[in-house]
């Protein structure tokens, strides 16, 4: 709906990338997230990080569906939009570090594989909720209402983070790891001032490799939820319902391979997944678009659930694995900023991308390309990295 609302004068090329570039905006945003929250949740804590960032994309998720549009409002209708994208990416760069910190430094080491992925999982949860209230708007609403204002109506339904936000804060507990520093820094309060500056200049090699690690699963993760759902409806002619709900239904699917990818590097270390999936994107970058081009929803199901089961053994282990790699002091600085820099780098560009070589090379055999590459970047990554789990020890 974006291009009708923010960029109506505009050819439907040009209304797409400008549209996709919102999208990249609150991609962009993340690193200053991870660098601004991450300090944070190192020097006071990871819950009280996690909770500023989620009250904040409650509200910014909030305001977008009370955005005017362009035709109300004119330039300022799309500056707005890309604002509160900006916001919500600063939101997301921060919070995800103090879910997985909360999450894995309040397990043993056991089980930090398998209690990593219950935020991991939050992604293809997220999914299957913004697919379902879509759904459920444009069943419930003709194509003039929708476009009119039940476009707005998932975007307000954000509001029900806010309980979430007040449930954190007055029952969940900071990590016993970031506790037990604590501690330790009121004995010698001098032992560590800026975690995000020390994380910069001791853990560069850990930072940049633990982006490379996310670049292939992102990526098609990205081109199946928003690339391929605009491909899909203005290139194939599929309906965007039909598309959604085939999203809806692979993002079903890769839930559980999330959670049993984290519990199985519990048991076999964290690497190994993470190259078998890898392994698994790049063999599967040419098939999956020589599926989608059937322009058959069984094929395109068939091509996102793969997809989507190899991205999940690489997205399953990332959480435990990217916190091991640094040192409790600067961990959420560190894990953040590479997490994040995946983001900027990956993420928010990919359905850009995705459409600028469509239109430049007519095939989509350049996305696949494109996928290709992400795949041997992040098997570099995976490789340069040291195993940080030993089953043996455990």
Known sequence: MFPKLFFPEATPIVALLLSFSTFWAGFIARPVGGLVFGHVGDKVGRKPALVICLALMAGATFLIGLLPTTATLGVGAPLLLVLLRFLQGIAVGGQWGGVVLLLTESAGPRKRGFAGTFGQAGVPIGVLLGNVAFISATTALSPEAFASWGWRVPFLASALLFPVVLFIQLKVEDSPVFKEMQERRQNAPKVVHAPLKEALRTHRKPILY?????????????????????????????????????????????????????????????????????????????????????????????????????????????????????????????????????????????????????????????????????????????????????????
């Open 210 to 394: 633990g982006a490379g690690l996310m670049f292939a699963s992102n990526a098609i993760f990205y081109v199946s939820i928003a690339g391929v759902l605009s491909y899909a409806t203005a290139t194939l002619g599929l309906s965007r319902e039909s598309v959604l709900v085939v999203t809806l239904l692979s993002s079903l699917v890769s839930i559980p391979v999330i959670l049993y990818a984290g519990h199985l590097s519990d048991r076999v270390g964290r690497r190994p997944l993470i190259i078998a999936g890898t392994a698994g994107l790049i063999v599967w970058a040419f098939p999956y678009f020589l599926l989608v081009d059937t322009g058959s929803l069984l094929m395109l199901f068939i091509a996102s659930t793969v997809g989507g089961i190899a991205s999940s053994l690489v997205y399953g282990p990332i959480a435990a694995y990217l916190g091991e790699l640094f040192e409790p002091h600067v961990r959420y600085s560190g894990a953040s900023l590479a997490y994040q820099l995946a983001s900027i780098l990956v993420s928010g560009g990919t359905p850009f991308v995705m459409t600028a070589l469509l239109g430049a090379t007519g095939t989509s055999m350049s996305v696949s390309a494109f996928l290709l590459v992400m795949g041997l970047c992040t098997l570099v990554s995976v490789i340069k990295l040291p195993e940080t789990h030993q089953p043996e020890r455990a």
